[in-house]
């Protein structure tokens, strides 16, 4: 079955950095584009980008390019997405997720991980 | 950007009542439209994709409809399970874009 299993929550401090994991099981962890999203403590969700895990291209929403990088390592089948300078309101939980159709950049997000939370707090 | 907008933003509504939600985008969509079902603490499930079509395993009082820039997600009768917050989200282009969601809550 499919499965997308993220790190433990983060506390970081303003203008730090982190670096979220999500490692995919049960299908073919290059077949299938992985997006991020985030959501705001009481608040809606927000797509980040998203990354293509068999070349390594991405697509990062503008309000986060040149802070975000999103990377893989197929190796183990995992997804990472780091952000860099943070801001206190970046304390959101951050999600992965696949989109349900091979080898499409767009599309259902099918599976979620279980999300990271990370507060930026001084 | 697509703009989602999302009405209403909260109803609260008893078991067994019948549940509309709308979402309207800024622009054609092409029904490159999601719904998602979130629970407290819990990650979105996706119920529905391309404005109508029902996600495997999700129970079939769960539909959609709509076209171009407005769609419509209905809970033919509400199950206590059902209370959550919903997502619409467009996928025609990016940045894939949410709406604001509505919280269903119980009468």
């Known amino acids: 079955q499919v499965q997308l299993v993220q790190s433990g929550a983060e506390v970081k401090k303003p203008g730090a950095s982190v670096k979220v994991s999500c490692k995919a099981s049960g299908y073919t962890f290059t077949g299938y584009y992985m997006h991020w999203v985030r959501q705001a403590p009481g608040q809606g969700l927000e797509w980040m980008g998203w990354?293509?895990?068999?070349?390594?291209?991405?697509n990062y929403a503008q309000k986060f390019q040149g802070r975000v990088t999103m990377t893989r390592d197929t190796s183990i089948s995992t997804a990472y997405m780091e952000l860099s300078r943070l801001r206190s309101d970046d304390t959101a939980v951050y999600y992965c997720?696949?989109?349900?159709?091979?080898?499409?950049?767009?599309?259902?997000?099918?599976?979620w991980g279980q999300g990271t939370l990370v507060t930026v707090s001084s | 950007d697509i703009q989602m907008t999302q009405s209403p933003s909260s109803l609260s509504a008893s078991v067994g009542d019948r549940v509309t939600i709308t979402c309207r985008a800024s622009q054609g969509i092409s029904n490159s439209l999601a719904w998602y079902q979130q629970k407290p603490g819990k990650a979105p499930k996706l119920l529905l994709y391309?404005?109508?079509r029902l996600e495997s395993g999700v129970p079939s009082r769960f539909s959609g409809s709509g076209s171009g820039t407005d769609y419509t997600l209905t809970i033919s009768s509400l199950q206590p399970e059902d209370f959550a917050t919903y997502y619409c989200?467009?996928?025609?282009?990016?940045?894939?874009?949410f709406g604001p969601g509505t919280k269903v809550d119980i009468k």
């Open positions: 990354i293509n895990p068999n070349s390594g291209g991405t």
């Open positions: 989200q467009q996928y025609y282009s990016t940045p894939i874009t």
């Open positions: 997720a696949r989109v349900g159709w091979y080898s499409s950049s767009g599309g259902k997000f099918d599976y």
């Open positions: 391309a404005a109508s």
